[in-house]
């Protein structure tokens, strides 16, 4: 069992920045999903458990930047250049590897809300 603790968050205006951290009590891969309202949850980025490997959806992709501290099992997604569209609740992830976190994710944070302002 994976115990996941996100913090971060909070409301920006269009082009600012925001930093999520997710806490892991256990080495693993790790990575964010997002929801907005009437929408499906998407997948936004994952890192392996080393942290030699990373995926990003197209959307995110040259704005968002996911990194680990191994020592602390934390991983942090650096979203800049934020859009109004980013706006959702964003849920950090665990599974073994990148790929199954990406489509069937195990364990899952409480989730933390982004709101970018236009």
């Known amino acids: 069992q994976v115990q996941l603790v996100e913090s971060g968050g909070g409301l920006v205006q269009a082009g600012g920045s925001l930093r999520l951290s997710c806490a892991a009590s256990?080495?693993?891969?790790m990575g964010w999903f997002r929801q907005a309202p009437g929408k499906e949850r998407e997948f936004v980025a994952a890192?392996?458990?080393?942290?030699?490997?990373?995926r990003y959806t197209d959307s995110v992709q040259g704005r968002f930047t996911i990194s680990r501290d191994n020592a602390k099992n934390t991983a942090y997604l650096q979203m800049n250049s934020l859009k109004p569209e980013d706006t959702a609740v964003y849920y950090c992830?665990?599974?073994?590897?990148?790929?199954?976190?990406?489509?069937?994710?195990?364990?899952w944070g409480q989730g933390t809300q982004v709101t970018v302002s236009s």
């Open positions: 256990m080495s693993t891969a």
């Open positions: 992830a665990a599974a073994q590897t990148t790929a199954l976190l990406r489509t069937t994710p195990k364990y």
């Open positions: 890192i392996s458990a080393g942290g030699s490997t990373t």
